[in-house]
């Protein structure tokens, strides 16, 4: 029997997402349907999607390492209090750190569908090679390609403490590409009220507060509603996969405005 992978974004952050039910409430982009009863281990997964040896790499190479820096800043920030916040002397991301989110950033990029599809349309060799084994050239190639780039080499890594009452959603797609101040950032919320972000600038942001080095706690709902809101419209225009939330009411005041905005024009 095969192993059931995901397509693109691995469970350990989805998991983050769910309720106290242990439920995901999620928004699927094909079907334009809503579901409060997801789960961390079946959404957007495929039987032998990937090899099991590239499953395994991926987890021993770059899921494990970046699932502990996630936990890490999960455990500094969500619990703890503001004060003791204040007690720590040492920045959160080590040089090993930013290196792993960088090119966890890339896997996520390099996992999304239509690499895959674009793969099977250009290469030549794709009928010698079962499915699985073509996905694991597409995204191998991909990565290797981001990787060898780099491009994200320059850009700072923050932590992004959501201190609203809205939750952040996710997106298949994962990394949320924006515009701050004029600046590109790119974003991914690994749990309702914290997000890793690159950034291409050394000033603060000015739509946050800075408590410690590369840590900014978030504070005004239109931050919020501005990265939800990007992440809705990135997967949207994909036409595929999922928009995942802890909390049901939330996801849907954001299709909803979505679809309002994109209405066509009557008049």
């Given at each position: 029997m095969g192993i059931r992978s995901h397509i693109q974004m691995?469970?350990?952050?989805?998991?983050?997402?769910?309720?106290?039910?242990?439920?995901?409430?999620?928004?699927?982009?094909?079907?334009?349907?809503?579901?409060?009863?997801?789960?961390?281990?079946?959404?957007?997964?495929?039987?032998?999607?990937?090899?099991?040896?590239?499953?395994?790499?991926?987890?021993?190479?770059?899921?494990?390492?970046?699932?502990?820096?996630?936990?890490?800043?999960?455990?500094?920030?969500?619990?703890?209090?503001e004060k003791d916040w204040e007690r720590i002397d040492k920045p959160v991301f080590t040089k090993s750190d930013e290196l792993i989110c960088r090119q966890f950033f890339y896997l996520l990029m390099a996992r999304d569908v239509s690499v895959v599809n674009s793969f099977y349309e250009e290469s030549d060799y794709s009928i010698f090679f079962k499915k699985a084994q073509n996905h694991e050239l597409a995204v191998g190639f991909a990565m290797n390609a981001l990787c060898e780039n780099d491009f994200l080499k320059e850009y700072h890594t923050a932590c992004l403490i959501n201190r609203t009452s809205k939750p952040f959603v996710l997106s298949n797609y994962g990394v949320v590409i924006h515009l701050v101040d004029g600046r590109i950032h790119f974003t991914l919320p690994v749990s309702p009220c914290i997000a890793i972000t690159l950034y291409d600038f050394e000033k603060k942001l000015n739509s946050a507060e800075s408590m410690l080095p590369n840590v900014f706690r978030l504070q005004k709902y239109e931050y919020i509603d501005f990265i939800n809101m990007q992440s809705v419209k990135q997967q949207i225009k994909l036409g595929w996969g999922y928009i995942c939330s802890n909390d049901s009411a939330i996801l849907k005041t954001y299709i909803n405005a979505y679809n309002f905005s994109n209405q066509p024009n009557t008049r």
């Open positions: 691995p469970r350990f952050i989805l998991a983050r997402f769910e309720d106290t039910n242990n439920y995901i409430s999620c928004y699927d982009v094909r079907n334009k349907s809503f579901s409060e009863k997801g789960h961390a281990k079946t959404i957007n997964t495929e039987t032998d999607y990937y090899p099991k040896g590239f499953e395994e790499k991926l987890n021993k190479e770059l899921e494990g390492p970046f699932s502990r820096i996630v936990a890490k800043m999960i455990l500094l920030f969500s619990s703890s209090s």
